[in-house]
């Protein structure tokens, strides 16, 4: 296949997203995109991507989740192994995979844009257009909650809709994710981060942030204690808030496109 029949929206096709809305790739679904053919080869890439995140001081397990899965084999089937790989976990990946296959550098260019957007400075940030600091809010809500239900799962959480509506409840003065949904107008399941503004999202991520730390030093495993805690952060922020003279959550306009849409676009600059 010739390089200009690929895109970088090729990397967003096999984008796949959880139950907790995290996105993340699959990779023996890369492994072939980027011309891999053999496992045993891509694999080695695997490794040199996590010996990369080691010394950038970030958690391989958060990045690289490793998981067996079943397959067919002919007229039989087997276990083989695979990985649910993060957005920066890609980018290690294709940093450090073979630049004489033509998908690579496409992958290079795709994933180090969207990854940038996670390690901006202040100076930076400052400069961005509101729908820019949207975009990159909006990531790092997707990464909080992907360690913050992590590290939940490990304290006897198990009903994650009370738990994420406990948070929601503290900082939105009693309201849950279908109530705040319902406020905005939105359809359903069109996802209430989504359609935030990047002051309405700092407050969420300042939420979700401080109630992970929380529950890393909370020692009994207890789903009331964790969804206990998720509250009163989500309460504390929005004291905070109300201290400062600030606009409550609930009071900041909706944006009138979504994180989605603004997604889309992107991509759309990319080809």
């Known amino acids: ?30 492994q072939g995109l980027l011309g891999y053919k053999e496992w045993r080869w891509f694999f080695n890439v695997i490794e040199k991507a996590q010996i990369a995140c080691l010394q950038s001081n970030n958690d391989v397990n958060c990045h690289f989740g ?20 993060s957005r920066y976990a890609c980018y290690l990946i294709v940093q ?6 033509e998908t690579v550098a496409l992958g290079q260019t795709y994933f180090a844009i969207q990854t940038r957007k996670m390690e901006l400075t202040e100076e930076e940030y400052s400069k961005l257009s509101e729908d820019e600091k949207r975009l ?26 009370k738990f994420t509506n406990a948070g929601y409840r503290g ?38 942030v401080q109630t992970e730390e929380l529950l890393n030093r909370q020692k009994e495993k207890s789903e009331k204690l964790a969804s206990d805690t998720h509250f009163r952060v989500g309460k504390e922020v929005r004291d905070t808030i109300k201290r400062l003279g600030n606009t409550m959550p609930e009071d900041l306009p909706t944006p009138k496109r979504s994180i989605k849409d603004l997604e889309k676009e992107e991509i759309k600059k990319l080809k």
């Open 1 to 30: 296949m010739e390089i200009e029949k690929y895109s970088v929206r090729m990397f967003e096709d096999i984008k796949h997203t959880d139950e907790f809305g995290n996105e993340y790739w699959e990779a023996r679904e890369l």
């Open 66 to 85: 490793v998981y067996s899965k079943i397959v067919k084999a002919g007229a039989t089937s087997k276990n083989i192994i695979d990985y649910k790989l």
């Open 96 to 101: 450090n995979a073979n630049p004489k296959f």
């Open 136 to 161: 990159y809010r909006r990531q790092r809500t997707r990464d909080g909650n992907k360690a913050l239900y992590k590290v939940a799962v490990t304290k006897g959480v198990k009903n994650f809709d």
């Open 171 to 208: 900082l939105y003065n009693g309201e849950t994710a279908d109530d705040i949904a319902k406020r905005k107008g939105l359809r359903y399941r069109e996802e209430i981060l989504d359609y935030m503004g990047s002051a309405e999202l700092v407050a969420n991520e300042f939420r979700i």
